[in-house]
């Protein structure tokens, strides 16, 4: 059975709304929510880094996850994109299936 996962993609703050759509528009995100401004401290290059960022949250399914994070790859700015996604234990059965025709391809909504 196909799953929903939730998932959590970090952005500089002028690049959320272009990966929000984008993910969306390709059917490879049902959803996708854009929190600004997020503070965010982090080790890279061998000291703690802070930054002000967005948070992206994307509803998408297991089938095609891997498609989305390679995607994210793609189009994110950052060396290594923060894209972190989580199965939904519990999810409403109408929404799930609203998630599932909005992630398949070719799909008319």
């Known amino acids: 059975m196909e799953q929903l996962l939730v998932g959590f993609v970090t952005?500089?703050?002028?690049?959320?709304d272009r990966i929000a759509k984008t993910l969306v528009e390709e059917r490879l995100a049902a959803?996708?929510?854009v929190l600004?401004?997020?503070?965010?401290?982090?080790?890279?290059?061998?000291?703690?880094q802070e930054d002000e960022e967005c948070l992206?949250?994307?509803k998408t399914t297991r089938s095609v996850a891997d498609r989305l994070i390679e995607r994210v790859k793609e189009i994110h700015p950052y060396t290594i994109p923060e894209v972190v996604l989580m199965?939904?234990?519990k999810v409403l059965k109408e929404y799930?299936?609203?998630a599932?025709?909005?992630?398949t391809v070719g799909s008319a909504g």
């Open 100 to 103: 599932l025709r909005e992630t």
């Open 56 to 58: 992206l949250i994307v």
């Open 36 to 48: 600004c401004t997020v503070r965010s401290y982090y080790w890279w290059e061998g000291r703690v």
């Open 31 to 33: 959803c996708g929510n």
């Open 11 to 16: 952005t500089p703050p002028g690049d959320a």
């Open 87 to 89: 199965p939904a234990d």
């Open 96 to 98: 799930l299936d609203w």
